[in-house]
């Protein structure tokens, strides 16, 4: 897209930095309240924060510009958005085979949302088998309905699906490594974005290039440049690590229409392991946050846990990525906002963060669309903020339930014996279950609530009475 003012240039490229040295921030940023926190936006109203209006200036003979970095579900899905809104959308991806290691598991509202084919879809897992630390396996999934199931996909498939569909919709997908970005001279003014373009026959730092947007939407994951360039703030993260297995036909039958959850210390002191299917291997990973250093022995742990099912398997591909452990402190400064990993949406307890990440790319996506109506007026930090109050409106309850279970049973192993318990309950599994395939608070029948409710407490008495038994074994 010409009008995005690209031009060339022969300058060294930047250094790429490792994921290293991040920290929780949890009060100040650089000396400013991190108002961007779920929960701040009421903070934010009564301050009196200006919102974009009608009266932002038109743009004459131009649409709006808007550079999306990253072209993960997030990217992919706010791409189309803009592009089908009549924003000018130019899509930084930089590397279109990219296989993240990720569980791979979405939602069964999201493959009708955001029009997904079923064809993408390698498993329909109906059966979900949870794994406590003593092996107590217990099948979850018997609440399901005959049309219900988990949707398992392969990332750098269903990564490509959505770049193309953006790129059908008339946004430009570059294949480049974006590498800084400087803020605007006045207001108003635009952004000028650094990255390398990458040949198409491959090889090399790519061709260096600079171009002007009106607004970036930072979609380039938990280790974002984009989140750095706005002094979001840094988080704690997680360490994924994952294998693909190719197991024998005869074992792969097993997995046909099946996952796997591991809870344990071995597996991992403040996660779980997992197999997953995809479409002719399994995916065996784990992660943890607490214990980095130890990700490799907890991967050993997950694979000997499986070791039955999945012996005489070959590992195709090995697979780690950091994952984000909670929302940045700032998800959008003037005309740039986060979303997706780099604006830290992924769940704890579950660790799920693919549908999050494309509803949170579309929402911003459509405040953008909005705001400049249809592309032909310039936006404000307002417009983007709309996007953040819809947002943790609909999200940040769900945040908050799963970062206290997994505080409550991902705390020990007689904690974690406790949940897999709890998970055998039929009512337990089809409130998860409807929660988890349609993305909505579930309203509880109050007579099984309190019985919920006792037998929780029931299971956390037995844990720490196994726990103090346990203790006494290894005086």
Not at 218 to 246: C, H, L, P
Not at 259 to 275: I, K, L, T
Not at 286 to 307: C, M, N, P, S, Y
Request: glycine share 10%; charged share 30%.
């Amino acid at each position: 897209m010409a009008s995005l003012s690209t031009t060339t240039s022969t300058a060294a490229g930047d250094s790429l930095r490792s994921f290293a040295g991040l920290r929780r921030e949890t009060r100040i940023l650089r000396g400013v309240a991190a108002a961007d926190a779920p929960g701040s936006q009421l903070r934010r109203r009564q301050l009196g924060v200006v919102r974009a209006s009608r009266t932002s200036p038109r743009l004459n003979g131009r649409k709006l510009r808007v550079a999306v970095v990253g072209g993960g579900p997030a990217g992919g899905s706010a791409a189309e958005a803009l592009a089908k809104g009549g924003v000018e959308t130019m899509l930084i991806e930089r590397k279109l085979d990219n296989c993240k290691p990720c569980g791979g598991a979405i939602p069964l509202c999201m493959v009708e949302e955001f029009g997904l084919p079923l064809d993408l879809i390698d498993r329909r897992v109906t059966k979900m088998k949870m794994i406590s630390p003593s092996n107590v396996a217990v099948d979850i999934g018997r609440t399901l309905g005959p049309d219900e199931y988990i949707g398992m996909v392969r990332r750098e498939v269903l990564d490509a699906y959505l770049r193309g569909r953006a790129a059908e919709a008339g946004a430009s997908v570059i294949n480049g490594l974006f590498l800084r970005l400087e803020q605007p001279e006045g207001p108003g003014g635009p952004y000028r974005i650094h990255y390398n373009e990458f040949s198409p026959a491959g090889g090399g730092a790519g061709e260096r290039r600079t171009a002007e947007v009106d607004a970036v939407v930072g979609a380039d994951g938990a280790n974002s440049r984009v989140a750095k360039s706005i002094g979001a703030g840094e988080y704690e993260y997680a360490i994924a690590f994952q294998e693909r297995v190719r197991i024998p036909e005869t074992k792969m039958e097993y997995y046909k229409e099946r996952a796997e959850m591991y809870v344990g210390d071995d597996v991992s002191p403040d996660f779980y392991g997992w197999v997953f299917p995809k479409c002719d291997h399994v995916a065996v990973g784990t992660g943890t946050v607490t214990h980095k250093a130890d990700i490799k022995k907890f991967q050993a742990a997950t694979r000997l846990r499986a070791k039955d099912k999945i012996e005489g398997g070959t590992i195709i591909r090995v697979e780690a990525h950091p994952i984000p452990e909670h929302p940045r402190p700032r998800r959008v400064l003037g005309r740039v906002a986060l979303i997706g990993d780099a604006a830290g949406y992924v769940t704890k307890c579950s660790g799920e963060g693919i549908y999050f990440a494309a509803k949170s790319g579309r929402m911003c996506a459509e405040a953008i669309v909005e705001g400049s109506e249809n592309g032909s007026r310039m936006i404000d930090e307002g417009d983007l903020r709309k996007y953040l109050e819809k947002f943790d409106k609909m999200y940040w309850p769900t945040y908050k339930v799963l970062d206290v279970l997994q505080k409550l049973f991902y705390r020990s192993n007689a904690a974690r014996e406790a949940f897999v318990e709890m998970c055998a309950d039929e009512y337990v599994q089809k409130m998860t279950f409807d929660s988890y395939l349609y993305k909505k608070v579930v309203p509880g029948n109050p007579l099984d609530d309190l019985k919920l409710a006792v037998n929780t407490i029931g299971s956390l008495v037995r844990a720490n009475a196994l726990r103090r038994e346990m203790d006494k074994l290894t005086l």
